[in-house]
């Protein structure tokens, strides 16, 4: 978000409303799930994870604004918001072995794979537009993921399936061979 404010980029409005509308909306949803969480130990740990992301946010602006002038603050805050961003989107990659593994794609949500690849090529179309070289390289790549994500689900449901129907798995209760004489 920090990276739509005027005193990183000019002209950065759109991305600081869409941003500020996103981090509301994540603020909900962390709100409802605390509020609904059973356990007070998860509740815990959502608060200490906030507490840690708000003080990795705090040093990095920190650092960007004094050690940066405003030509060079755009360049900070891009290529660390493209890292991040990088890794939002590969975050699905460590699924894929398991896909791949059981020929399943049960454990791959197919609208969150829908998701990722048309955020990405949204993104990436205003970049293009806009001429944006940090939003253009990150959410590129994550429209590629997204593809590659699609590409691996619509194989594995379509051949995974087909495959898996071809072995026949023994039953759970087999009878016992044994005769019982009286």
Known sequence: MFYGLPIVKKDNILVLTIN???????LIYLTIY???AND???RVRVAYILLAESGF????????MLAFNFKHRSLFFG???DVFNVIMYASPLGIWKKVITTKSVEYMPFWLSVASLA???????FALIQLDIFILVSNGLGSI???VQLCLYGYYYFLGKSKTKDIEKPSEVQLSNQTQTV
Do not use: R
Request: glycine share 12%; hydrophobic share 55%.
């Open 40 to 42: 007070n130990k998860k």
């Open 119 to 125: 955020n990405g090529i949204i993104w990436t179309i």
């Open 57 to 64: 946010t705090v040093i990095i602006v920190v650092i960007g």
């Open 34 to 36: 605390c509020i609904y």
């Open 20 to 26: 500020s509308i996103g981090l509301t909306i994540e």
């Open 79 to 81: 290529v660390i918001c």
């Open 145 to 147: 993921f997204g593809f």
